[in-house]
């Protein structure tokens, strides 16, 4: 008895430490994230190191980026990505389209070949390198490039007819993602979408209904700080003051993932 007790002593032990951890890491929420996306999601479940990838030859660089995309959105993975490249293909033609956390820029890059005027907005520069690259060998025009150095950077950004943001704004705690998202909603038009992939709250009770800061590692890999689910009602809340109608909104790939697409109809 003595022994399972010490068991359960230090494993409480260990919980608060890694709590404690985790609360002192989003002293500096940038930074803390910074760690951990230099690695992006590539083909399926598979992890893309940024300076890894930029090594490569041109020749190198453009096949593998062009294979991580075929094998993510076509086949047996068109149910992941490739389905909403076919639904948003002719809507984005001529739309300034925002792409918030681009990493390997898989969704806008094949937006801007569908006519879209994308700006690619990271906190990681290499990730911006790299798609500078990859657009710079698929000759497209139509693109710029903006590092998040900080919150109060992003006055800097214009208007926009669509926010994309797949799978960017569920990695840090909600009270941290709410100062971006604050004024990210101010560069986005009345009328225009907000168009967001997150993990639901069904995801995460079915995986166990682990702490946000150890959830990650198991949804996104070793070094993930942090997920966080989302639904509607907690999305809507993320966007306050602002006031959206949705257009869409379901959970797909086994309930992996979930879907929004809001309008703006009004500042708040």
Not at 160 to 175: C, E, K, M, R
Not at 196 to 202: G, I, N, T, V
Not at 217 to 236: F, N, S, V
Request: hydrophobic fraction near 40%; include cysteine; glycine fraction near 8%.
């Amino acid at each position: 008895m003595g022994s399972k007790i010490k068991n359960m002593c230090i494993s409480l032990l260990r919980k608060i430490s890694k709590r404690k951890k985790s609360l002192e890491s989003w002293v500096d929420p940038l930074s803390t994230l910074r760690k951990k996306w230099q690695v992006v999601p590539g083909a399926g479940d598979k992890r893309v190191h940024i300076k890894d990838l930029l090594k490569l030859s041109d020749e190198e660089f453009l096949r593998t980026w062009l294979e991580i995309r075929k094998k993510d959105s076509t086949g047996e993975n068109f149910c992941k990505r490739g389905w909403y490249h076919e639904l948003y293909k002719e809507f984005m033609k001529g739309k300034k389209v925002l792409d918030v956390g681009c990493g390997l820029g898989i969704d806008g890059v094949t937006f801007a070949q569908y006519g879209a005027e994308v700006t690619f907005l990271d906190i990681v520069e290499d990730n911006l390198k790299a798609v500078k690259r990859i657009c710079s060998l698929l000759n497209l025009k139509n693109v710029s490039f903006f590092y998040m150095e900080d919150f109060s950077s992003l006055k800097k950004l214009g208007i926009y007819d669509v926010i994309w943001a797949q799978g960017s704004l569920h990695t840090a705690p909600f009270n941290v993602i709410k100062k971006e998202v604050k004024e990210l909603v101010k560069h986005l038009k009345i009328g225009g979408r907000w168009i967001q992939l997150a993990y639901p709250k069904s995801r995460w009770i079915r995986e166990g209904k682990l702490p946000f800061y150890e959830w990650g590692e198991k949804t996104d890999g070793e070094g993930t700080p942090w997920i966080e689910w989302y639904d509607l009602d907690k999305l809507l809340k993320l966007l306050e003051p602002a006031k959206f109608d949705v257009i869409l909104y379901f959970e797909f790939h086994n309930n992996d993932f979930n879907w929004f697409d809001l309008i703006k109809r009004d500042e708040g």
